[in-house]
Structure formats: structure tokens, C-alpha cells
């Protein structure tokens, strides 16, 4: 198969130390309204690396996006790419016109497009064949197949990729949008929150589509999962800095920690190594035998810069109330049950489900297959078509959905939309209660239109549980939430005594909270047997369809498939061996700047020996570069070697 227009030549297998970046952003500083955003911010981004940028919300990340696309000016600094470089996002939703969805995708591969308009009309025999070469060099031939995978996989079947556009909704159209912008390709592939209308399914296969996709991709996102699956390093916004990490977000996560312990610990250290320069100095300063050290160590007293501290960002706590009288379980039975919008259309048929007082159930399924559906139905929502539904007698369900921050009222502040809930109530009382929601005391004289998205499903699920709850019942409550503040969520869900039913496509959220799976497609409703990993691999198939199809087309067989792939497992042996290599010295790096550094953090030292201390710092400072260069190199043997599995 020819290799698309833009994939990645394969590196040598010695790279250099400084590879290609695909984006340097140089003392970028970006400013809203007077307030900076970014300030002298540098960054290099390696040509090929799969990075997620990660940051508090409202910190500059959609910004930063839109100063890369140039839609955006700078205040001072320089954003540089290589020359033609391609840099694509979703930047609205599919247009509701009456073009096939297939073809909207196809026609974001602007080249292939062009080409086959040309060829069309073309008379030159020699520019012919150039179209021709050209077509075949960039495999349009499969382009209908690889459009069509990346579809199915985004949610829509065969007979919805040949329907309109019109015929969608917003939320399905941006699944349309990304489509697009992932079949075409670009260089720099930008990708704000993509996760925000997809369903589980439709992030797993993004998840496993993006580990593969062969050029550069920047994602904003606060699905772990995602920074986990997708990713090899995070770009972290803080204090208006960019900060460049290797890993996924918990390895980022576990050495931040490690760096701000460290960091702790050296400024004790060096707060202690001060108090005793100090201590000299004030005993000795005026004995003329020892002025001269005095002299010295006030030196050095003076060029010790202190210990830089990192921004402890805290998330306030999210709490759900629970009802002080527990009821018995079954909580809630149901008995062949249809449930639907219309009664000759059920959505849902023959429920026979129970739900136990203490259940944790996570609600799997494509979209469009009755999850909201059922939920709506547990909660009393929705009546059922036909069957029967039996609740425990005084049994109270709290319901949240993301449709509910429409009824907020815009003009009214958290404390006025609570105080409605405690009309007898101490001000002092209402504003603790809309503080266990998780707002700050600034946030509470905050009028409701005026809130961010997370501050909003932070009042909504407040106001759902505010009389408490013996059901609570989430449908998709992560969208506008960072990283910290589902993290928030997690703990109150662990935390609360009663039964959960969760709609979500945040996996970990669904990992840390759930413990039974229940699948809901085709009509039914019914418990699954294995765990997210096992459901992760029904939804990502080994092989795509499009990969099927070009298989098919070349007439390889699987046995052929199993030798082919054994061949690159041989021919890569080289490969991995130096990856293992390459490991190696990067683990016998760390361990030996661990040793210098708790030799540099010794107060003695710098008091006894400063030609030492000096020496010291230098050879951690190029132990620390050779660790850079030795990760780097790892990082291109590793792009090189899946390259090389996947042809």
C-alpha cells in the first residue's frame, strides 16, 4: 500500500539529539482583556509526538490553540512550524446541507479531490498520468474504506454515512467535523476536549486512532483515560508557563508530585544551610582570623537564589447528601417493561432488571441505543409503555443530566438559587451548603450565566441531591469538569452510601466508581459479563474496516497476515534491542542523578567545600542533558518500531 502524503519517513535508528520540533513557541506571551494568559512562554514540540495539553480551566489552553492557527495575535514571542506544514482542527460542526456524511469526509482530502476534479477534464497525455501517479501515491483508491472506517468508528453504520447531514443533530454533526479533519491528515493535528460528544465507544476508538495516527497531535482534554492511552507526553499550562513532560498524565501526575516533594525538601535544606552560613557569619564576623570566611559565606549567602515552590492547586470537594433512613433492597424492579417516546416505537423491551440498595451500575452502549432512555425511565422521567416498575416506598432519586444547566436561571447567583431550597435559613447557612457544593465564595455572588461549565454542573448536582438521595443517577456529568474536579467527583460518588446508576464516556471515572456493567443495545438492557478492558477490545477490533477492505483487495490471507507480521517482529529485533538498550542507560542516568542530588542537598557541603558543590552541579546539569538525549532517542526508536509493526 502507498504510504499517504504526509506519514513520517522512518527515522534512523540512531537519531540525532535534537530531532526536528514540529512546533516552537518562543517567549510567547498572550493577554485577554489586560490579563496575561501566557507569559515568555517557550515550548518545542517534537515532530511525531502525541501530546496532551493539560491545565486548569481558564488557564489559556483554547487560546493557546487559536494563536498556533493564527486566529489569535500574540503580545510578544514567535510561533514557528515547518514550511508547509498542514495544521487542522475541528473548528465547528458539519454544515446541515444535503451532502452525503461519506462525502463531506472525502472531501476534506483537499489534494485527492482536486486531482480527480483535474482528471476529469485533463487532455495532456503526460499530465495524466501525473494525476494518475499522484493518486496512487497518496492511495486514493482506499480513501472511500478509510473514510468509511473512521465513521464507524465516530458511530455512524453504512446506512447513515450515505444519509444528509441535515438529517443529524449538532452533537452527531462535530462527530462529522472530526471525521474530516482526521481523514485529511494535517501535520499538526489540534483537538479541543474531542472526547465532549462522543460516547464510550466513540473514545475508545478515538483513543486507539490517535495512538496510531502518524503525525503530530496536540489534544486538550481531562479525560485520563485518554491522556493515558493516547499520548506519550503532556504539555502543562501553569503560572502562565509551558511545561513539557514525558509519559501519560499519570506519569505526569507521579512526577510532578516527586518534583514539588523535592523541591520541598531542597528549600529546607537550603533554608537550613542559610540559617547556618548566617550563624557563622554573626559569631565570627568581627574576629580578624576569621573575616575572611565571613566574607565568603556572605558571598554566598547572596548568590544562593531560593528554591523555586510550585503552585499548590487545590479543588474544592463535591458532597451528596444521603437520606438518614435507608430502604431495602430491591430498591427498584422491573418487570418485562417497554419504554419508548412513542407507543409503537419502544426504545426499550422486556426489562427484567433489579436495583439493589447499594448498586454501583455503569450503563455501556453506543449512543442512540435508550442509555438517557433508561435513565429517564429509573428516574420517574419517562413512564413506561407497558410492564411493570416497583420502587421501595419513600424512595428518593437525585437525576443530573447535561440538558438541566438550561433550567439555571441566568440572573440569579448559587446562593439565591439555594436559598430558595432554605427560605428559613442563616445566610451563613445557605452559603456553607453552596459551598459543599465545591464554589468558591467568589463563585457564590456569581450570577449563574456567568459560571464555567464546571462550576455550573457543580450547582446543578448540588441542587439534584440538596434533600438527599438514596439513587443517584449521572447521565455524562464529566463534559465540562477538569481533571481535579472529576477526580471530586470521584470521592463523593465513592463516599455516598446509596446506588448509582452512571452514564459516561470518562472511563476512568467509570473504573474508579462502577462496579457492575450493564449493556444496553439492541432494545435490551442487560448485565455484561466482563470488564471495560474486555469491552475496550469488542469496540476496538484488532483491524479497522478499512483495513479489512485493503486487505481483501490485495487478496492476503491471515496465515499470509500471521507470516508478514512474524517477518517485522524479526527484521525489528535489531530495533528492539536497542530500545531495551536505550532503557537501560536512561534507568542507570536517573539513579545516578538521584545519588547527586542527595549529595547536593547535604547543607554540609556547601558550608565545607564549594569547589565540590560547583563541581557537582556541573555534572548533574550534563548528567541531566545526557538524560534528555537518551529519552528523546527512546521516544524515535519507539515511533520507529510501532511504525515498523504497522507498515
Known amino acids: 500500500m502507498a504510504r499517504r502524503k504526509h506519514a513520517c519517513p522512518l527515522r534512523a535508528a540512531l537519531p540525532s539529539a535534537k530531532s526536528a520540533a514540529m512546533l516552537t513557541i518562543t517567549d510567547l506571551t498572550l493577554r485577554i482583556a489586560g490579563r496575561p494568559l501566557l507569559e515568555n512562554a517557550i515550548l518545542a514540540l517534537p515532530d511525531g ?15 493557546l490553540f487559536k494563536a498556533i492557527t493564527g486566529e489569535f495575535a500574540a503580545e510578544t514571542g514567535a510561533i514557528g512550524l515547518p514550511k508547509n506544514a498542514r495544521v487542522g482542527q475541528v473548528a465547528q460542526e458539519a454544515p446541515a446541507t444535503d451532502e452525503a ?22 487532455t495532456d497525455p503526460h499530465r495524466i498520468a501525473d494525476i494518475h501517479m499522484r493518486l496512487a501515491d ?42 474530516a479533519i482526521l481523514f485529511s491528515e494535517p501535520d499538526l ?39 493515558n492511552t493516547a499520548v506519550t ?32 525538601k531542597s528549600r529546607e535544606k ?36 531560593p528554591v523555586a515552590t510550585m503552585l499548590d492547586e487545590r479543588t474544592l470537594p463535591i458532597g451528596f447528601t444521603a437520606m438518614a433512613k435507608p430502604v431495602a433492597s430491591p430498591i427498584i424492579a422491573l418487570k418485562g417493561v417497554e419504554a419508548g417516546y412513542a407507543a409503537d416505537k419502544p426504545v426499550l423491551r422486556n426489562l427484567d432488571l433489579r436495583i439493589d440498595h447499594d448498586d454501583r451500575i455503569a450503563l455501556l452502549g453506543a449512543n442512540g441505543n435508550g442509555k438517557s432512555t433508561f435513565a429517564k425511565l429509573i428516574s420517574g422521567r419517562l413512564d413506561a409503555l407497558s410492564g411493570t416498575i416497583t420502587k421501595a416506598p419513600g424512595l428518593k432519586i437525585a437525576y443530573f443530566a447535561q440538558h438541566q444547566m438550561d433550567e439555571l436561571r441566568p440572573d440569579e447567583t448559587p446562593v439565591a438559587h439555594v436559598r430558595l431550597l432554605m427560605p428559613m435559613a442563616k445566610e451563613s447557612e445557605v452559603r456553607a451548603r453552596v459551598a459543599k457544593m465545591g464554589l468558591t465564595t ?66 476512568h ?86 545519588a547527586l542530588d542527595a549529595e547536593l542537598h547535604d547543607p554540609a557541603l556547601y558550608a565545607q567545600d564549594a569547589a565540590k558543590t560547583t563541581a557537582l552541579a556541573k555534572i548533574r546539569a550534563d548528567k541531566a542533558a545526557e538524560l534528555a538525549d537518551h529519552e528523546e532517542a527512546w521516544l524515535h526508536l519507539s515511533d520507529e518500531y510501532e511504525t515498523g509493526m504497522t507498515g
Not at 101 to 113: C, G, H, K, S, T
Not at 454 to 473: D, Y
Not at 541 to 557: L, Q
Open 509 to 594: 471515572l467509570i473504573d474508579a466508581t462502577a462496579e457492575r456493567l450493564w449493556l444496553v443495545r439492541d432494545g435490551a438492557v442487560n448485565p455484561f459479563d466482563g470488564d471495560l478492558d474486555e469491552y475496550r477490545r469488542i469496540v476496538t477490533r484488532s483491524e479497522t474496516s478499512a483495513e479489512k477492505a485493503r486487505v481483501e483487495d490485495r487478496g492476503v490471507s491471515k496465515a499470509d497476515q500471521r507470516r508478514d507480521a512474524a517477518a517485522r517482529r524479526e527484521a525489528l529485533k535489531p530495533l528492539a534491542k536497542k530500545i531495551k538498550e536505550t532503557e537501560s542507560l536512561i534507568e542507570a542516568l536517573r539513579k545516578r542523578i538521584q
Open 442 to 507: 467568589e463563585k457564590m455572588a456569581t450570577k449563574a450565566r456567568d459560571l464555567s461549565g464546571g462550576e455550573k454542573a457543580r450547582l446543578l448536582m448540588g441542587l439534584a441531591t440538596f434533600g438527599g438521595a438514596h439513587l443517584i443517577i449521572l447521565d455524562e456529568p464529566t463534559n465540562h469538569l477538569d481533571i481535579d474536579s472529576r477526580s471530586a467527583l470521584i470521592e463523593a460518588l465513592n463516599d455516598f452510601p446509596g446506588a448509582v446508576i452512571l452514564i459516561s464516556h470518562d472511563r
Open 101 to 122: 456524511l461519506i462525502d463531506i469526509v472525502l472531501a476534506a482530502d483537499l489534494e485527492r479531490a482536486a486531482l480527480l476534479a483535474e482528471e476529469k477534464t485533463a
Open 49 to 63: 509526538a502525541k501530546a496532551g495539553l493539560v491545565g486548569r480551566n481558564g488557564t489559556g489552553k483554547t487560546t
Open 138 to 179: 497518496i492511495d486514493a483508491h482506499s480513501a472511500e474504506a478509510r473514510a468509511a472506517a473512521i465513521l464507524s468508528g465516530l458511530g455512524f453504520d453504512h446506512e447513515a454515512q450515505r444519509r444528509p447531514a441535515s438529517a443529524f443533530s449538532g452533537g452527531w454533526r462535530m462527530r462529522v467535523a472530526l471525521a
Open 270 to 305: 537550603q533554608e537550613a544551610a542559610k540559617k547556618h552560613m548566617e550563624a557563622f557569619v554573626a559569631r565570627f564576623r568581627a574576629k580578624a582570623s576569621k573575616a575572611r570566611q565571613a566574607q565568603s559565606r556572605l558571598k554566598m549567602l547572596e548568590k544562593m537564589a
Open 233 to 264: 507526553s503532556i504539555v502543562h499550562l501553569e503560572e502562565r508557563k509551558l511545561t513539557f513532560w514525558r509519559g501519560g498524565y499519570d506519569q505526569f501526575e507521579r512526577q510532578r508530585s516527586e518534583r514539588a516533594e523535592a523541591l520541598t
Open 189 to 227: 493535528l489540534l483537538l479541543d476536549e474531542p472526547t465532549n460528544y462522543l460516547d464510550l465507544e466513540g473514545v475508545l476508538w478515538l483513543q486507539d486512532y490517535l495512538r496510531r495516527y502518524p503525525h503530530t497531535v496536540l489534544i486538550i482534554s481531562h479525560d485520563r483515560d485518554l491522556l
